[in-house]
T-cell receptor
Framework: EPEVTQTPSHQVTQMGQEVILRCVPISNHLYFYWYRQILGQKVEFLVSFYNNEISEKSEIFDDQFSVERPDGSNFTLKIRSTKLEDSAMYFC?????????????FGEGSRLTVL | DAKTTQPNSMESNEEEPVHLPCNHSTISGTDYIHWYRQLPSQGPEYVIHGLTSNVNNRMASLAIAEDRKSSTLILHRATLRDAAVYYCILRDYNTDKLIFGTGTRLQVFP
């Protein structure tokens, strides 16, 4: 069964450092998302991406965050200068074309720990 | 975003049916009712979704009230692997994001 894969599974970084989290969405999917979950809290929407553009973003997704689809298979989330409060599990998700109301497929997540 | 209300937790025994309720009294005409679940240490997983009619798939059934102000996710025979947090989410047709609440933590006992 096709799946969304994410790397790294866990990254530890120092405050102020740049971090890039990588995702390989399901191959024929065209809609991509990042969500995050701080330990013990709700899953929160960060950003949605389609046709090489951000289609929606939340208030969390400020200028420190960016997304990119550099090569047609990877979808990345960059945090320019990490803060302690960025420590969370980050989930990538993707959706197929023509399923506007349908399911998102989530990866297993990348745990980011900022020290 | 339209809000849903779910019990914090529920319990079931293995091989018994489970009915997970969700209230969404402020649902609008363009809101689809989605259910996702999150197993321990994993990402959310799609379960089922519907608009007005009841829906069945290999994982579960979704029963939607006639006035659409509530719905029930039905697991026909709970297994230990069904222990998870179940999220009832209203997704507006005009937006592409899911707003997760706190969900219902389902415990399944052998």
């Amino acid at each position: 069964e096709p799946e969304v894969t994410q790397t790294p599974s866990h990254q530890v970084t120092q405050m102020g450092q740049e971090v890039i989290l990588r995702c390989v969405p399901i191959s024929n999917h065209l809609y991509f998302y990042w969500y995050r979950q701080i330990l013990g809290q709700k899953v929160e929407f960060l950003v949605s991406f389609y046709n090489n553009e951000i289609s929606e973003k939340s208030e969390i997704f400020d200028d420190q965050f960016s997304v990119e689809r550099p090569d047609g298979s990877n979808f990345t989330l960059k945090i320019r200068s990490t803060k302690l409060e960025d420590s969370a599990m980050y989930f990538c998700a993707s959706r197929a074309q023509g399923t506007a109301t349908g399911e998102l497929f989530f990866g297993e997540g990348s745990r980011l720990t900022v020290l | 975003d339209a809000k849903t209300t779910q019990p914090n937790s529920m319990e079931s025994n293995e091989e018994e049916p489970v009915h997970l309720p969700c209230n969404h009294s402020t649902i609008s005409g363009t809101d689809y009712i989605h259910w996702y679940r999150q197993l321990p240490s994993q990402g959310p997983e799609y379960v089922i979704h519907g608009l007005t009619s009841n829906v069945n798939n290999r994982m579960a059934s979704l029963a939607i009230a006639e006035d659409r102000k509530s719905s029930t996710l039905i697991l026909h025979r709970a297994t230990l692997r069904d222990a998870a947090v179940y999220y009832c989410i209203l997704r507006d047709y005009n937006t592409d994001k899911l707003i997760f609440g706190t969900g219902t933590r389902l415990q399944v006992f052998p």
